[in-house]
């Protein structure tokens, strides 16, 4: 399939995996990137620019294809090195970045410099115009079914994408609630010129996570994640635990009054644990509606290609035939 995103980043198929915390390592961006889709590395996981380039080396080892690093910009008092993560992403020949969070325009000027092609993710289409105008080639649109940051907006994809399309010139994917050849084939007749996916590509055979991530998504259904720190309007969507219980009762219990320091045991540094360890209620982490839509862990490969087919077969088969 050609479309304006498989063009711009020189992929086959317009499918983009999108950075997540402690799981987008090289193994899993390099296994969508051989697949012929887009693996993205996450930056910040990654504790200093130098760890970085080790891994961006590493996942050049396994794949010849294009790949991209994401770079989440945090409301964060102690800013993460952004200055260093970008040096290290030009030095090692980076062609894609995934921006996140904050608006990246005070680094826009080195990434295009480098002739690196940006594409921005946000939640609102006052961002999505933003981003176009301070030069990214594409953006993320990120509906309030996406697992992680969905913004305080809550404009569900079926809104947010064909808005989208009325409004932006640069091409766009659609991310959030994507899982499979119904979602790809949805998104394209929205006017998105590919999908985003966070986390249907966790569960896969090569996302370098625990067995009991993978456990939780196919166990749980699209009733099963909750939203965390809408009192902090940082909200999260993430899968429903005992950490995330107790923190909800917090923040019913404080009100207004809520601060980060309140809740941070069930948010801060739990990453690791999860991923890594496997200790589910270790705290919150993000997790989409779409949940309930996985129900098996199949290599990147079968997944991308079953999308692929699927999507032709609905465009060719369903829907041209709706027209007889
Ligand atoms: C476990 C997890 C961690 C994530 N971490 C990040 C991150 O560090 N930076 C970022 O920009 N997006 C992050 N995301 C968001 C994904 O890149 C993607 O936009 C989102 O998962 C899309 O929604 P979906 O899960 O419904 O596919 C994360 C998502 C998940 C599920």
């Not at 939780?216 to 999260?236: F, G, Q, V």
Request: charged share 25%; hydrophobic share 40%; with cysteine.
């Amino acid at each position: 399939m050609k479309t304006k995103i498989t063009e711009l980043f020189n992929i086959e198929h317009p499918i983009i995996q999108g950075g997540m915390h402690y799981v987008a390592f090289a193994e899993l961006a390099s296994a969508v990137s051989n697949a012929g889709g887009l693996g993205i590395i996450t930056g910040l996981t990654q504790k200093t620019p130098s760890d970085l380039a080790k891994e961006i080396v590493r996942c050049r080892s396994m794949t010849n294809k294009p790949f991209g690093v994401n770079l989440t910009f945090l409301p964060t008092v102690n800013a993460p090195d952004y200055p260093g993560y970008i040096k290290v992403i030009i030095d090692e020949g980076i062609r894609i970045v995934e921006t996140a969070g904050r608006n990246p325009q005070a680094y826009m000027q080195m990434l295009k410099d480098a002739e690196i092609k940006v594409i921005h993710k946000c939640t609102s289409i006052r961002h999505a115009i933003k981003a176009e105008q301070i030069g990214c080639d594409a953006v993320s649109v990120d509906g309030f079914e996406c697992g992680g940051h969905p913004g305080e907006d809550d404009i569900p994809n079926m809104i947010l994408l064909p808005r989208a399309a009325e409004e932006l010139n640069i091409p766009f994917v659609a991310s959030g609630g994507m899982a499979d050849g119904r979602s790809l084939v949805a998104a394209l007749s929205l006017g998105a010129d590919g999908i985003n996916m966070g986390t249907r590509f966790i569960a896969t055979k090569e996302a370098p996570v625990h067995d009991n991530v993978k456990k939780a998504i196919l166990s749980a259904t699209e009733l099963d994640t909750r939203l965390i720190m809408r009192p902090l309007k940082n909200t999260e969507r993430v899968i429903k635990n005992a950490a995330v219980e107790r923190l909800l009762e917090k923040e019913a219990n404080l009100g207004k009054n809520i601060s980060f320091e309140d809740i941070i045991e069930e948010v801060a540094g739990v990453y690791p644990k999860i991923m890594m360890e496997g200790t589910m209620d270790a705290g919150a982490w993000s997790c989409g509606m779409v949940a309930g839509l996985i129900h098996d862990i199949p290599s990147c490969e079968e997944l991308v290609q079953r999308i692929m087919t699927e999507a032709e077969s609905i465009i060719k088969k369903r829907l041209s035939g709706l027209l007889k």
